[in-house]
């Protein structure tokens, strides 16, 4: 990795010559690496939402936002906006298991399913219930395509594939190939599964399906989890949860099916549901359901002329708290490049933005709650603006930074969908980069992070950074941290910061979101989305509000 004879002072200067915007101060890595170092110590445990956690890592996100001198952006002239989310703590372990003529398997909570509960109660108690697998879940009128085929699921266990349809054939057929959309997000799974009643709903985890392995499926799903205030009782299921794709395969065969070739089966318009032999499932955990109250934390710089116009940063503060120990009994999921690093890259944003000049429109910097329970601090601004969504130019998120040194290319996640990503395109080629393909576009990527909850309300939005092709070490090299990260760190202890890292491409990429915020901020361009973009027409609707 390139290194400075400059301690951790580096400037953007180096990579940055040719911007149309440069910055009146440099970007740090010793502020980057301090921010991080911080938020993502043990004192902060791993910064779960409604813990001891949240309460400092929200005084120190607003402190920072303070004495760089951004005004409170929330109502009220207050740093922070309160999200009321339900909080459910499961008493573990769950007990459960698959019952068959003449057989029953316990499954062991962890190791073979993670079960759950977003409904409002004290124990979820379920008696053999049939399981009835139903391929991917999906029900998508305008593409064609009912995996129910009429099948009344109430009182019966949904057994699903994670991802779509034709992620795993040669051709796209009415998806996107290996492009994941909503429909193969588990998060449209339990939503659907709601839909047609079913009392539960298990997704079979495939590594390849779901972009990620067992591993982090458990420890997400070790801590306590979160859901919006519905005002709809049945608007879960009453059981939530993913079983290891060994165990279902098991249950195919003793059910007289062939796992592999029912999915196959599913792959297909004509595919129907499927009764897995008489095999049903039985389950009880007690739970404690409490609403809880979490914060963004909101910072902005006015602008001059159109002060009701807002550039949009966003990163999530939160990560998973405490939760089942590793192997070296460490219970802290302390989050360093998750997230704390995007949090650190809003902070240094805002502080270089402040020593500039002010811009016309105005800056906005958000801190969100609760991503890494389904993206709900987002999902609540959304929901409930600060400042019209209407009027929100763009918004450019960050989730996880960098460590690895500069790279040749930038990966737009989600590419194709919005005017921002030309604007990126030009940044990029004058650091003398290139917008290069997502190396995994079956893991769902644009779906899985806080610019989701803005872009499905209309919100111009980019998640963009660092490609694989490094400057030192190639494609080879990109490739090689990108997996080590996801097996060893992803949602893992380990995740924690290192006071060896190179923060070149953190700022490289900072450089990149500064210039494209700067510009349009001191611009009157409206970014928009492109023709066939499934949000183009909500956007569209609130048109004359830009007039």
């Known amino acids: 990795m390139r290194r400075f004879q400059l301690g951790l002072l580096i400037s953007v200067a180096w990579i940055s010559t040719a911007f149309a915007t440069e910055p009146a101060v440099p970007i740090e890595a010793a502020k980057l690496s301090d921010h991080i170092r911080i938020l993502s110590s043990d004192a902060f445990e791993g910064r779960g939402p409604a813990t001891e956690g949240e309460k400092k890592s929200v005084a120190y996100i607003s402190a920072q936002m303070k004495a760089i001198g951004l005004v409170p952006g929330a109502k009220d002239g207050g740093w922070t906006q309160p999200v009321k989310?339900?909080?459910?703590?499961?008493?573990?372990?769950?007990?459960?298991?698959?019952?068959?003529?003449?057989?029953?398997?316990?499954?062991?909570?962890?190791?073979?399913?993670?079960?759950?509960?977003?409904?409002?109660?004290?124990?979820?108690?379920?008696?053999?219930?049939?399981?009835?697998?139903?391929?991917?879940g999906v029900h998508a009128p305008e593409?064609?395509?009912?995996?129910?085929?009429?099948?009344?699921?109430h009182g019966k266990i949904m057994v699903v594939l994670v991802n779509d349809p034709d992620f795993e054939t040669a051709?796209?057929?009415?998806?996107?190939?290996?492009?994941?959309?909503?429909?193969?997000?588990?998060?449209?799974?339990?939503?659907?599964?709601?839909?047609?009643?079913?009392?539960?709903?298990?997704?079979?985890?495939?590594?390849?399906?779901?972009?990620?392995?067992?591993?982090?499926?458990?420890?997400?799903?070790?801590?306590?989890?979160?859901?919006?205030?519905?005002s709809d009782t049945n608007a879960t299921a009453p059981m939530e949860g993913w079983i290891q794709r060994s165990v279902a395969v098991d249950l195919f065969r003793l059910a007289g099916l062939d796992f592999e070739?029912?999915?196959a089966k599913a792959q297909t318009k004509d595919f129907k549901p499927v009764a897995l032999g008489g095999a049903t499932l039985s389950a009880s955990f007690a739970m404690k359901a409490e609403t809880i109250t979490s914060s963004n934390v909101i910072g902005r710089l006015p602008g001059k002329s159109h002060p009701d116009q807002t550039i949009l940063?966003?990163?999530?503060?939160?990560?998973?708290?405490?939760?089942?120990?590793?192997?070296?009994?460490?219970?802290?999921?302390?989050?360093?490049?998750?997230?704390?690093?995007?949090?650190?890259?809003?902070?240094?944003?805002?502080?270089?933005?402040?020593?500039?000049?002010?811009?016309?429109?105005?800056?906005?910097?958000?801190?969100?709650?609760?991503?890494?329970?389904?993206?709900?601090?987002?999902?609540?601004?959304?929901?409930?603006?600060?400042?019209?969504?209407?009027?929100?130019?763009?918004?450019?998120?960050?989730?996880?930074?960098p460590m690895n040194g500069p790279s040749h290319d930038v990966v737009v996640v989600g590419a194709g969908k919005g005017t921002i990503e030309d604007d990126l395109a030009k940044a990029a080629a004058d650091q003398g980069r290139v917008i290069a393909l997502d190396p995994v576009p079956e893991a769902g990527h644009y779906y899985r992070s806080d610019h989701f909850s803005l872009a499905k309300r209309g919100v111009p939005a980019l998640h963009a950074g660092a490609g694989e092709d490094l400057i030192k070490g190639g494609p080879e090299a990109g490739e090689a941290a990108r997996k080590d990260y996801i097996v060893n760190r992803?949602?893992?202890?380990?995740?924690?910061?290192?006071?060896?890292?190179?923060?070149?491409?953190?700022?490289?990429?900072?450089?990149?979101l500064y210039t494209l915020g700067h510009d349009l901020a001191d611009s009157?361009?409206?970014?928009?989305?492109?023709?066939?973009?499934?949000f183009k027409a909500i956007r569209d609707a609130s048109a004359k509000d830009r007039r």
Do not use: C
């Open 261 to 263: 070739q029912l999915k």
């Open 524 to 534: 009157t361009r409206w970014p928009e989305w492109k023709p066939g973009a499934e």
């Open 171 to 230: 051709q796209p057929g009415a998806f996107e190939g290996k492009a994941m959309t909503y429909y193969g997000r588990w998060t449209y799974k339990f939503e659907e599964a709601a839909r047609q009643g079913a009392l539960g709903v298990l997704v079979v985890h495939e590594t390849a399906g779901a972009g990620y392995g067992w591993t982090t499926v458990r420890n997400s799903w070790s801590s306590d989890q979160f859901d919006i205030l519905h």
């Open 143 to 153: 593409r064609g395509w009912d995996d129910f085929k009429g099948m009344d699921l």
């Open 85 to 136: 989310l339900n909080r459910f703590a499961i008493t573990r372990p769950v007990k459960a298991a698959i019952n068959l003529t003449g057989w029953n398997r316990p499954l062991l909570d962890g190791d073979d399913v993670v079960i759950g509960s977003r409904r409002v109660g004290t124990e979820v108690k379920i008696d053999q219930a049939p399981l009835v697998f139903v391929g991917y």
């Open 490 to 512: 992803y949602h893992q202890p380990a995740d924690e910061w290192k006071p060896d890292w190179d923060y070149s491409g953190a700022i490289q990429d900072l450089s990149l």
């Open 313 to 401: 940063y966003t990163a999530h503060w939160d990560h998973l708290g405490r939760g089942r120990p590793d192997a070296k009994g460490d219970d802290i999921y302390n989050g360093a490049l998750d997230n704390a690093s995007g949090v650190a890259g809003l902070l240094e944003l805002a502080r270089v933005f402040k020593a500039g000049s002010p811009t016309q429109r105005s800056v906005v910097f958000m801190a969100v709650t609760a991503e890494e329970k389904g993206l709900l601090g987002s999902d609540y601004y959304g929901a409930n603006p600060v400042y019209p969504l209407s009027k929100t130019v763009v918004n450019l998120n960050m989730d996880g930074l």
